[in-house]
């Protein structure tokens, strides 16, 4: 049993030198491409690796400052103001200062400006009661009869 168990350790040991040496290869076969590639592009690279996206934050307000021409705005919604650069996508043309708007952004740049037509809506829950009310009235009890005279003794 002891023979059986050290052939079967020493099977597993030569799979995983094995594999050790291949993956070295495969890592040497690696190494030289990346080595031809331009330290101009490796910065780059190793910039967006390094910096994790913001996450896009969607929000409600109005436009307090616009500049279409120069694809700038400022929106100012229920936490504070916030200044923000239109994206490639995002056409300012048809806001005003004023306008109530739907913004999506991130990194200070807008991916999507909507208008907001009419009021903003909000859930509203209405109650409704219904009240039932039973009275229970107690009438006294009927005086009791008067009690019946007693019989006369009999002589």
């Known amino acids: 049993m002891k023979r059986i168990f050290a052939v079967v350790m ?10 050790f040496a291949v993956a070295a290869d495969n890592a040497m076969k690696a190494a030289p491409a990346a080595e031809k590639a331009p330290a101009a592009e490796k910065a780059p690279a190793a910039e967006k690796a390094s910096k994790p996206k913001a ?15 120069a694809g700038t705005l400022t929106v100012k919604g229920k936490k504070g103001s916030v200044d923000l650069k239109a994206g490639k996508n995002v056409k300012l043309d048809s806001f ?5 708007v739907s913004v999506t952004y991130a990194d200070g740049t807008a991916s999507s400006v909507k208008a907001v037509k009419g009021k903003t809506t909000t859930k509203t829950e209405t109650k409704t009661e219904t009240k039932t009310e039973t009275k229970t009235t107690t009438k006294p009890a009927a005086p009791a009869p008067a009690a019946a005279p007693a019989p006369a003794p009999v002589k």
Do not use: H, N, R, Y
């Open 10 to 19: 020493a099977v597993a040991f030569v799979f995983s030198v094995a594999g």
């Open 55 to 69: 996450k896009a934050v969607t929000g409600t307000g109005t436009i307090e400052a616009l500049d279409a021409a």
């Open 96 to 100: 005003k200062v004023g306008d109530k």
